[in-house]
């Protein structure tokens, strides 16, 4: 699970995000919210991408603030909008992320394969198309073994047989292995494939449990 | 026609000469702030380059380099998105449309045009008529060849200059090497002219001082002198980490692995001066000082790098902040602190990236 303690965020004066208290319990949650409501500061902060004040504990075990190396490796992340030096392959990204996350690369290629993106592997980003970054964003997200994984707008800009293929390897982690997920949506998400266990709303600058 | 070039002066020159101001202050300051009698120096260096053809190809080489820079410069920005309006000169015509590439060209040059004017008076004066010659149509050719380049990128003809290794040749990657790829890839030009002076600077130096008795102080200023013209490489890489490697936040690399990984970063891009040093070895300096010249040199620009960490730290800054460091240094080694200064300044380098890495946001 996931605790936010008197979590803000602000740029300048201005708070964007201000959480006082939430838990959210491991399940496939689903974060909701118009555009620039804050999901993706959110996302963000939860992977230690953005500085914050406040705290966000792990399983009440590990805080960001504190241990930091522990939190961030049960966390994994894949952007709405990726972007990756244009020079690298998607062979030599999975490497770098598997090295990192301590991934097996053998089962990120398998995924890559399920989003028939396997046969530009050996090409540089440079010559993809969005869509496929946006697939290779999401087969690297899945490297190591993490307890949760952020999905920020998982499933723009891909095809549906894609959506399909992403909500089945999802389903699969979350049964096979227990791992978590918080996918946003900036629509109303309607999709058979997956059963959101809860749902969030981010509102007016905090995130609450939609009814 | 006096608006179109009004406007390319603002969109493309304009930004030309604001991105490359760290350059240029950096090359006014060694070529007329370093010798004693700057005007005599410069009469005398540029006799030689007349009276010599090996020297004049030289110099050739250094102008086709920094052409380079330029071509490089226009074709990306005139790629951009913001750019796009520009495919209305097509609509000028041939010949319009290439005097105002021309203009653009001009201007952009223009630092090499004055220079090779002062050259072509020199030679005159030394009765070199045929070097004369040579350096007018160097700079022609120069000036009036490439604005057909920019037409075809225009015209979405053309890309990039692009010189790379073939494709089969393939390097690992890891992180900590990925801005340098970055440079060879996507900043060669830059990368090319920014070795050519640092190397250059460090040729000078063996070349023309010959000390009485060993001291390491001049060899370990000098070094640090050429480690500083990297200062515009520092600043592409904390870009292009920035920009490219923000997802690397996610990894789970402790600070100090991932300090250890610029420390890395930059070894590798001093490599070239390093080796280069070696030329100067045993009359400059002994096997231990020559660890001290190479851990000074990276413990500096990983210093000028976290900076960059600092909120608000745009190019401006970061120029004062190099001449700082750079100065600072100056006063340091006069007092001789032997391994003491590097020590120093990886540990004001590790307090800072400490301090400010995780709270960095652009």
């Known amino acids: 699970m996931l605790r936010f303690e008197q979590v803000k965020k602000q740029y300048s004066s201005t708070t964007v995000l201000s959480v006082d208290s939430l838990l959210i319990n491991k399940g496939l949650v689903l974060l909701q919210g118009e555009n620039g409501s804050g999901k993706t500061t959110l996302l963000k902060i939860i992977a230690g991408l953005l500085p914050f004040e406040g705290n966000i504990l792990f399983n009440d075990t590990f805080s960001l603030k504190k241990q930091r190396l522990q939190f961030i490796r049960q966390i994994n992340y894949a952007e709405a909008e990726p972007i990756y030096p244009e020079f690298l392959t998607a062979k030599e990204l999975v490497k770098l992320f598997c090295y990192a996350k301590k991934g097996n690369v053998q089962f990120i290629e398998n995924l890559l394969e399920q989003l028939h ?26 490297a190591g073994t993490p307890s949760w994984i952020l999905l920020d707008e998982p499933f723009i800009t891909i095809d549906k047989n894609s959506v399909a293929a992403i909500c089945q390897i999802i389903n699969k982690k979350y049964s096979d292995d227990g791992v978590s997920f918080l996918i946003t949506s900036h629509q109303n998400f309607n999709n058979e494939n997956l059963s959101f266990t809860a749902s969030l709303l981010v509102q007016d600058h905090t995130v609450k449990f939609a009814e | 026609m006096r608006t179109t070039l009004i406007i390319l002066q603002k969109v493309l020159v304009n930004h030309f000469y604001r991105l490359n101001a760290g350059l240029f202050m950096f090359l006014f300051y060694v070529l007329f702030g370093l010798p004693q009698n700057a005007g005599d120096f410069h009469i005398a260096i540029a006799t030689i380059i007349v009276k010599s053809q090996l020297f004049l190809l030289l110099v050739f080489a250094a102008w086709l380099l920094y052409n380079f820079k330029c071509i490089d410069y226009i074709c990306k920005h005139l790629k951009g998105p913001a750019q796009l309006f520009l495919t209305s000169l097509e609509n000028f015509g041939f010949f319009k449309c290439y005097i105002s590439f021309a203009f653009v060209q001009f201007m952009v040059y223009l630092p090499i045009t004055a220079y090779s004017i002062f050259l072509v008076i020199v030679a005159l004066k030394n009765h070199a008529y045929i070097a004369a010659a040579e350096i007018i ?23 990039e200059i692009n010189i790379g290794l073939p494709a089969f040749i393939r390097f690992p990657k890891p992180l900590f090497l990925l801005p340098v790829f970055y440079l060879l890839k996507k900043r060669k030009q830059m990368l090319l002219v920014t070795k050519f002076f640092s190397l250059g600077i460090l040729w000078l130096f063996i070349k023309g001082f010959n000390p009485d008795h060993y ?65 100067g070895y045993p009359v400059y300096f002994n096997l231990f000082d020559y660890l001290q010249l190479a ?13 960059l960490l600092i909120e608000n730290t745009t190019m401006e800054t970061f120029i004062k902040i190099v001449f700082g460091v750079g100065m600072g240094l100056f006063f340091i080694i006069l007092y001789n602190p032997g391994i003491a200064l590097a020590l120093f300044l990886f540990i004001i380098a590790f307090a800072i990236f400490h301090a400010y890495y995780y709270d960095f946001e652009k």
């Open chain 1, 117 to 142: 993106i396997i046969d530009v592997y050996n090409k540089p980003v440079s010559t993809y198309s969005s869509g496929m970054i946006k697939k290779l964003s999401l087969a690297l997200a899945f």
């Open chain 2, 215 to 279: 001291d390491i102080r001049p060899t370990l200023f000098c070094f640090l002198l050429a480690a500083i013209a990297n200062c515009t490489i520092v600043f592409e890489t904390r870009n292009f980490e920035e920009e490219y490697l923000s997802i690397s936040g996610n990894f789970p690399l402790s600070l100090t692995r991932r300090f250890i990984n610029i420390l890395l970063m930059y070894a590798v891009l001093l490599m070239p001066e390093m080796i280069f040093l070696w030329k």
């Open chain 2, 295 to 307: 851990f000074v040199s990276i413990a500096m620009l990983c210093l000028l790098h976290v900076c």
């Open chain 2, 137 to 159: 149509a160097c700079v022609a050719v120069m000036i009036l060849s490439v604005p057909l380049l920019y037409r075809m990128v225009l015209q979405r003809r053309w890309s």
